[in-house]
């Protein structure tokens, strides 16, 4: 998926266009350009492929950057269409070189849009996104606004598309469908973005555009307009607090936010739970009393995913409640049959993973009850859902996600406990789990103190090729996040299984060049993962335990021990070092941590 940003207004839309590309390039960075266009109706481009960096070093050698341009058009790709080549990078112009894109989505009828240009057009890359410049020269009717309008009703799938008319140089267009598209406003002018983080430190309010909505924006000020109608909607102030982000000391983003874990719980928990009475106390919450939940559904990718098959424990254990967990992408396109009386429940730490977005799209078609669990406030999926909790781990910049997950745990465990003491008033129970709750701060604290012991355990395994991750139970899961962080960090390659299943066939690749995490807590069948522990090392696996303080450690070739806990709040535990050690590895191999190869922090395309 790509990101875009744009800007109109009095100040030299250069220098700001290429700080907002840097704000976004966590979000996809396979090539990045600009366009800008001055009151002379004079046009600066340029591109480069890999980082913002390169594209940086190619505008400083500009002498043309200099020069004031009152709007521009910015874009870094993840490419989706064609291969990483300056002609597939953004922006896009149109043959008489008059009209210039960027574009955020897939547009699944390109080819036959395209078949029909060719016939009177050249195009220069084999990307869907070109196709938007060349029909908009085709569709030109003099007014720049309805002919975006009529392009956008000739494209289906998804898009974020910011147009500038070199002949025009005071206006650039915005229209969106399905992909999610900001407008922000601040001092100098009015911007564009794909995300809040690309616009908090130049905006101070914003809106978000909502399907088929359309933003003109000229001389620096916007107009917003639905169906061909003018509306106004109302702008909210950016928190610049939460938004500002840098790495402060450390080497990467990633460390730094798994050093923020301690207070992501903190504010997960902050005016949900009265820690004095040990009482949860939370509207929405509250508000699901008001529904008849028989089930619930949890539809999540990748590490959200996991997150949501912890919780199904949770919800399955502590409030008796039938709990599926679906893949995103797999539950799109299988038969659905909506449940009246079924809770669905999204998980996304970005709010714009297209996969996700589209299930709550089918979801809420058939007018079921939808719950979000999202990081980025004000994002399409957290603004879609009827309900829901922010997981407030804060702006997560680390395409690995990792404090996001805590928060996500952390609101999935107060639904349980909230959905729990309405069908079955465990008062006492959901007091020790909360007191838990209380005290898990501290212990990531207690755990962040003993990051160089994991360290040092991480750097002996960053030789392997392959590794297992293995956990039992509700730790099956945690053990799937940890198998996911090693191979999108590392790239080495990882499996998980569920401990007992190793012997029905995955044992065969256990050989000593092919370690396993073991993750063998206190109270999940702890003398059955033992017995599965001497079948690795029987065939010379090397294990890597991770188990509860105090526990046998002579069996492990090497373990890390945690904080004893309920085997409720027990998935909380092994993150942190499982986290620690697969950044140790990927920077032992000189791996980009925070942007991995072939990765993006948000998949915004299905
Ligand atoms: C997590 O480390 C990965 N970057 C990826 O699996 C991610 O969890 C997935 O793409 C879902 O993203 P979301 O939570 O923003 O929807």
Known sequence: MCWIFAYNGKKNAIPLLVEGLRTLEYRGYDSAGIAAVNEKKEIFLEKATGKVSNLASKVQKNPHAKDTYQAGIAHTRWATHGKVTLENTHPHVSENERFYVVHNGIIENYMGIKNILEKKYHFYGDTDSEIIAKLIEDS?????????????????????????????????????????????????????????????HVAKEFVSLEDGETVVITDGKKEIYS??????????????????????????????????????????????????????????????????????????????????????????TL?????????????????????????YIFISQSGETADVRECLKMVKAKWC?????????????ARMCDLGLYSHAGVEVGVASTKNIIGQY??????????????????????????????????????????????????????????????????????????????????????????GELKHGPLALIDKNTP???????????????????????????VIGIITSGEDKSLYDDMIEVPETSAIVSPFLPLVPIWIMSVEIAKTLWRDVDKPQNLAKSVTVE
Request: aromatic share 10%; charged share 25%.
């Open 140 to 200: 030109f009717d003099g007014d720049l606004l309805s002919t975006v309008t009529t392009v956008c009703e000739k494209m289906v799938g998804a898009y974020a598309i910011v147009v500038m008319d070199k002949e025009n140089p005071s206006t650039i267009i915005g229209a969106k469908l399905g992909s999610p598209m900001i407008v922000g406003e601040g001092d100098d002018g009015v911007f564009i973005a794909s995300d809040i983080n690309a616009i908090s």
């Open 227 to 316: 169906l061909g109608e003018r509306i106004i909607k109302t702008s909210e102030v950016i928190d610049h607090n939460q938004e500002m982000v840098d790495k402060g000391n450390f080497d990467t983003f990633t460390e730094k936010e798994i050093y923020e874990i301690p207070e992501v719980i903190k504010n997960v928990c902050k005016w949900r739970i009265d820690f004095e009475k040990k009482e949860i106390i939370n509207e929405t919450l509250e508000s699901l009393g008001d529904h008849e939940i028989k089930r619930i559904e949890i539809i999540a990718s990748g590490s959200s995913y996991f997150a949501g098959q912890v919780g199904s424990y949770w919800l399955k």
């Open 319 to 343: 409030a008796g409640i039938p709990t599926e967990v679906r893949i995103s992408s797999e539950f799109l396109y299988d038969t659905f049959l909506p449940h009246k009386k079924t809770l």
């Open 369 to 381: 009850l939808t719950f979000g669990i999202v990081n980025v406030v004000g994002s399409t999926i």
């Open 410 to 499: 952390g609101v999935l465990l107060l639904l349980a406990l909230s959905l729990w003491i309405k069908r079955d008033l465990q008062i006492h129970q959901c007091k020790t789990i909360i007191e838990e709750l209380w005290n898990l701060p501290d212990t990531f604290e207690l755990q962040l103190q003993q990051a160089n012991t994991y360290k040092e355990i991480a750097k002996k395994y960053a030789k392997y090729p392959s590794m297992f991750f293995l956990g039992r139970n509700i730790l099956y899961p945690v053990a799937a996040e940890g198998s996911l962080k090693l191979k999108e960090l590392s790239y080495i390659h990882s499996e998980c299984y569920s401990t």
């Open 516 to 542: 396993s995490f073991v993750l063998n807590l206190k109270g999940i069948m702890q003398e059955k993962t033992i017995s599965n522990v001497r079948e690795i090392q029987a065939r010379n696996g090397k």
